[in-house]
């Protein structure tokens, strides 16, 4: 089956893009790709993750449905101990609520969002 469409961008909302992007640029390692007030794009591999602006954003409350996650993402690493140090240099807060075992820890990035950082 052929495509429909291609994944242009994954945009988060947020209440500050700058700085939700310059947290995500030391985590992925990723360049400002374009930058407007409003609006922040971080260029990777193929991927591009873009913040805008939300002036009422409210973060999800996970594992909540009141306000939820709707989604999130999975990054990897080769050592979860050191991404772990680095990531709450960053600005990153590790959840309370950890699903389970099995190399994966859940964070909130300084907007909220939850993030897994996976080994593999």
């Excluded at 893009?17 to 930058?35: H, I, M, N, R, T």
């Excluded at 873009?50 to 993402?73: D, T």
């Excluded at 772990?84 to 300084?110: C, I, N, S, Y």
């Amino acid at each position: 089956m052929s495509a429909v469409a291609r994944v242009h961008s994954v945009v988060l909302d947020c209440p500050e893009p700058k700085a939700l992007a310059g947290f995500y640029a030391g985590l992925l390692g990723w360049d400002v790709a374009d930058e407007e007030e409003d609006w922040v794009t971080l260029a990777g591999d193929q991927t591009r993750i873009a913040f805008q602006r939300v002036p009422e954003y409210v973060p999800p409350v996970w594992p909540s449905a009141e306000h939820p996650q709707q989604f999130h993402l999975d990054l990897s690493v080769d050592d979860i101990a050191e991404a772990e140090k680095r990531v709450l240099a960053l600005g990153a807060v590790r959840h309370e609520h950890q699903p389970g075992e099995g190399g994966w820890t859940v964070f909130l990035d300084p907007a909220g969002h939850p993030f897994c950082l996976v080994t593999g």
